[in-house]
């Protein structure tokens, strides 16, 4: 068998064998052809132009995982790594060669002429200020979530990309999954009835996992570059957790709203196709983590998303639990008047439970209050106007989803950014989209620390 034909027949098996039933309106899978067109375009050969020469700003925990990932797309090439920690860059030559280009300092990877794009993996304050002006430098951006620190950055990022015709993708890899591609095609057909909630849950339960990552010996204001990395901020002291541990502080980082609410924010926009939501709060504690933080490790909030042409009003409920008795978890469940789709991880179930034609009558009623005579007339009144099949509710077969073994969205969301620098098509989470999900998460910050709700214009992208 051909590499085209075992790549078709992998992709039918993702279309056919993954689900147990399917309606008509569900054959068509639409995921599954784009991601046939997108597979197929790697079969052939990369020649010299198609070549993406790739810098990374920031070579940390996520920056490691990021190019490794970018690196399983063909014809990328790792040009040059930025990192103001020098064992980073030690580390990065022990991978990638001792001649591999390396520097403290990110402009200098933008003055090379041959890169052609660079990933962002740096702490939430630089976003921005390096999207910026990787976008000026003639650079196309991955930019790791969230997009922007404050919600007033979004502009500045969306202007530049407009203005530069670069390509800007933030690294939220759900909206890439297949899987979600799937719910998003299911709830379109109806198969859910009209949405009316979402329930977004992502708790861990580990030391790693609440962001305590392990502090090198050598740490120093010299070695982490202290004065350069606060440069876009108020002056603060010297703290090596604060470089290492960035998340758990709100002077650099954005928390569990910025880290994890905003995959779930992402998720959910890319399936109902939202702009997002008008009202915004959240509520949270110190449960656990009591090791300096100033951001909370249990935390919850409500968005109040409006009735649209996109979508039907619906609420939307956040959870974070950093000390979860469950042990983890991370799911998304679409509840609508007919139906739930549950997404785990990149797997999905839908159920359906939809009611009957005919209004309730008998049993748990307050009928059975009546006197006998009343009660007698009313139940042949009842039985006379609706027939059996009105009084049933009517079944539909449940369907599952499962992705093949060993998919990776994550490869699947850097696949879809190296071909929009290759053809110059749009990326579903550009600049715009990344702003859009970046300020709820952000909002529920504001919402927490201030204890108000917060308002937001979806459409004008303002906090009102």
Same mark, same amino acid.
């Given at each position: 068998?051909?590499?085209?034909?075992?790549?078709?027949?992998?992709?039918?098996?993702?279309?056919?064998?993954?689900?147990?039933?399917?309606?008509?309106?569900?054959?068509?899978?639409?995921?599954?052809?784009?991601?046939?067109?997108?597979?197929?375009?790697?079969?052939?050969?990369?020649?010299?132009?198609?070549?993406?020469?790739?810098?990374?700003?920031?070579? *940390?925990?996520?920056?490691?995982?990021?190019?490794?990932?970018?690196?399983?797309?063909? *014809?990328?090439?790792?040009?040059?790594?930025?990192?103001?920690?020098?064992?980073?860059?030690?580390?990065?030559?022990?991978?990638?060669?001792?001649?591999?280009?390396?520097?403290?300092?990110?402009?200098?990877?933008?003055?090379?002429?041959?890169?052609?794009?660079?990933?962002?993996?740096?702490?939430?304050?630089?976003?921005?200020?390096?999207?910026?002006?990787?976008?000026?430098?003639?650079?196309?951006?991955?930019?790791?979530?969230?997009?922007?620190?404050?919600?007033?950055?979004?502009?500045?990022?969306?202007?530049?990309?407009?203005?530069?015709?670069?390509?800007?993708?933030?690294?939220?890899?759900?909206?890439?999954?297949? *899987?979600?591609?799937?719910?998003?095609e299911l709830l379109e057909a109806g198969e859910i009835g009209d949405l009316n909630m979402v329930n977004a849950v992502y708790d861990r339960q580990s030391s790693i996992g609440s962001w305590e990552y392990t502090i090198p010996d050598d740490a120093s204001p010299e070695t982490l570059a202290w004065d350069k990395y606060i440069?876009?901020?108020?002056?603060?002291?010297?703290?090596?957790?604060?470089?290492?541990?960035?998340?758990?502080?709100?002077?650099? *980082?954005?928390?569990?709203?910025?880290?994890?609410?905003?995959?779930?924010?992402?998720?959910?926009?890319?399936?109902?196709?939202?702009?997002?939501?008008?009202t915004i709060y959240s509520t949270g504690q110190l449960s656990y983590w009591k090791d300096g933080r100033d951001m909370p490790d249990v935390m919850s909030g409500v968005m109040q998303y409006p009735d649209s042409p996109q979508h039907p009003a619906f609420q939307m409920t956040l959870q974070v639990n950093f000390i979860s008795?469950?042990?983890?978890?991370h799911a998304l469940t679409f509840v609508g008047s007919e139906g739930v789709i549950d997404i785990k991880g990149n797997n999905l179930s839908l159920s359906h439970s939809i009611m009957p034609e005919a209004p309730g009558f008998g049993g748990y009623d307050s009928v059975f209050t009546f006197e006998k005579g009343l009660r007698?007339?009313?139940?042949?009144?009842?039985?006379?106007?609706?027939?059996?099949?009105?009084?049933?509710?009517?079944?539909?077969?449940?369907?599952?989803?499962?992705?093949?073994?060993?998919?990776?969205?994550?490869?699947?969301?850097?696949?879809?950014?190296?071909?929009?620098?290759?053809?110059?098509?749009?990326?579903?989470?550009?600049?715009?989209?990344?702003?859009?999900?970046?300020?709820?998460?952000?909002?529920?910050?504001?919402?927490?620390?201030?204890?108000?709700?917060?308002?937001?214009?979806?459409?004008?992208?303002?906090?009102?």
């Amino acid at each position: 068998m051909s590499k085209k034909s075992s790549r078709r027949s992998f992709l039918q098996k993702i279309g056919a064998t993954s689900l147990v039933s399917a309606a008509a309106p569900l054959s068509s899978f639409a995921f599954k052809e784009r991601a046939e067109e997108r597979m197929l375009f790697y079969d052939r050969d990369i020649a010299n132009t198609d070549k993406i020469r790739l810098g990374v700003i920031g070579f *940390g925990v996520q920056g490691h995982i990021d190019l490794a990932t970018a690196l399983k797309v063909p *014809g990328v090439e790792l040009a040059g790594i930025c990192d103001l920690y020098p064992g980073r860059l030690e580390n990065a030559k022990e991978l990638y060669g001792k001649d591999l280009y390396v520097t403290r300092n990110y402009m200098d990877l933008l003055d090379k002429p041959d890169i052609d794009a660079v990933i962002i993996a740096t702490t939430d304050i630089w976003h921005a200020k390096m999207a910026i002006d990787a976008m000026n430098k003639g650079k196309h951006v991955y930019c790791e979530k969230p997009m922007v620190y404050k919600v007033s950055e979004g502009k500045g990022i969306i202007d530049t990309q407009k203005k530069t015709g670069k390509v800007l993708q933030v690294g939220s890899q759900r909206v890439s999954s297949i *899987g979600y591609a799937k719910a998003k095609e299911l709830l379109e057909a109806g198969e859910i009835g009209d949405l009316n909630m979402v329930n977004a849950v992502y708790d861990r339960q580990s030391s790693i996992g609440s962001w305590e990552y392990t502090i090198p010996d050598d740490a120093s204001p010299e070695t982490l570059a202290w004065d350069k990395y606060i440069e876009v901020i108020d002056k603060i002291p010297y703290d090596p957790k604060k470089f290492f541990w960035w998340r758990a502080y709100k002077e650099v *980082g954005t928390g569990v709203a910025g880290d994890l609410f905003i995959h779930l924010l992402s998720g959910t926009h890319f399936i109902t196709n939202s702009l997002g939501p008008e009202t915004i709060y959240s509520t949270g504690q110190l449960s656990y983590w009591k090791d300096g933080r100033d951001m909370p490790d249990v935390m919850s909030g409500v968005m109040q998303y409006p009735d649209s042409p996109q979508h039907p009003a619906f609420q939307m409920t956040l959870q974070v639990n950093f000390i979860s008795g469950t042990g983890g978890q991370h799911a998304l469940t679409f509840v609508g008047s007919e139906g739930v789709i549950d997404i785990k991880g990149n797997n999905l179930s839908l159920s359906h439970s939809i009611m009957p034609e005919a209004p309730g009558f008998g049993g748990y009623d307050s009928v059975f209050t009546f006197e006998k005579g009343l009660r007698d007339k009313m139940q042949r009144d009842y039985d006379s106007k609706w027939t059996k099949e009105q009084r049933t509710r009517p079944v539909k077969e449940d369907i599952i989803f499962n992705v093949p073994k060993g998919y990776s969205d994550h490869l699947d969301h850097f696949t879809n950014f190296f071909d929009a620098v290759r053809t110059g098509k749009e990326v579903i989470e550009d600049a715009t989209f990344g702003l859009r999900a970046a300020a709820p998460s952000l909002g529920c910050n504001q919402s927490y620390f201030e204890k108000k709700i917060v308002k937001w214009d979806p459409v004008k992208m303002k906090m009102k």
